[in-house]
């Protein structure tokens, strides 16, 4: 079983261009997330989906979008990136229900220069 | 709103020695608590997670938390500790809802030394 599958695992971007970090579950979770960690502030909620065809903001949303168009893909979107985007994305779903815990991918380690 | 706090971004011990990870969370509604580790260069791995049956929860490699709810706390313990212990430890929470997010801590680093 793979779980959850980030792409790419590194990345080097020029400041203004746009990206796209792809992520692919196999475990058909409704509720998908994007976090990004950064040193000393631990992961911080960027965008969520609840189920195919919502989505929703976190604590950091500026700068970011995302698109659920089917259970499995939930792709993160910097339209312009900056030199802050310079972080690790992890993308994570969630098992139905409040007590289920999230699994996460293996993160995608983006730098913006 | 809900928040967690964790005592301490880094903590160092010997080998064999009690580790303690301290976590404090705020929820206006019951919590469900969560601890996982984070090995270097890899994703979060789901250690325990309290959902309101025992107060006293094991996880995996020997750790194991008690949830208190007069002291609001989930602190993370282990008797002995392992080299291989070493890795960063974030506390999580989340309300009773499906498809809620979970709110992380800031994370606590643990050194092993021999």
């Known amino acids: 079983i793979a779980g959850i599958t980030q792409a790419p695992t590194s990345q080097i971007l020029a400041a203004g261009r746009r990206m796209t970090l792809r992520c692919t579950q196999d475990m058909r979770h409704n509720a998908m997330y994007w976090y990004r960690q950064d040193l000393g502030l631990g992961l911080r909620l960027i965008h969520y989906s609840n189920t195919a065809g919502t989505t929703g903001k976190g604590e950091v949303p500026d700068g970011y979008s995302v698109s659920r168009a089917n259970t499995d893909d939930f792709p993160l979107t910097l339209a312009s990136a900056v030199p802050s985007q310079t972080s690790v994305y992890f993308c994570a779903s969630r098992a139905g229900g409040g007590t289920g815990e999230l699994f996460f991918g293996e993160g995608s380690r983006l730098t913006v220069l | 709103a809900q928040s967690v706090t964790q005592l301490g971004s880094h903590v160092s011990v010997s080998e064999g020695a009690l580790v303690l990870l301290r976590c404090n969370y705020s929820s206006s509604v019951p919590p469900y608590l969560f601890w996982y580790v984070q090995y270097p260069n890899q994703g979060l791995q789901l250690l325990l997670k309290?959902?309101?049956?025992?107060?006293l929860v094991k996880g995996i490699n020997g750790f194991e938390a008690e949830f208190k709810k007069s002291e609001t706390s989930f602190h993370l313990t282990k008797p002995s500790a392992h080299m291989s212990d070493a890795a960063e430890y974030f506390c999580a929470v989340s309300k009773n809802q499906a498809g809620t997010a979970l709110i992380f801590g800031k994370g606590t680093t643990l050194s092993v030394s021999s």
């Open positions: 309290y959902t309101s049956a025992a107060t």
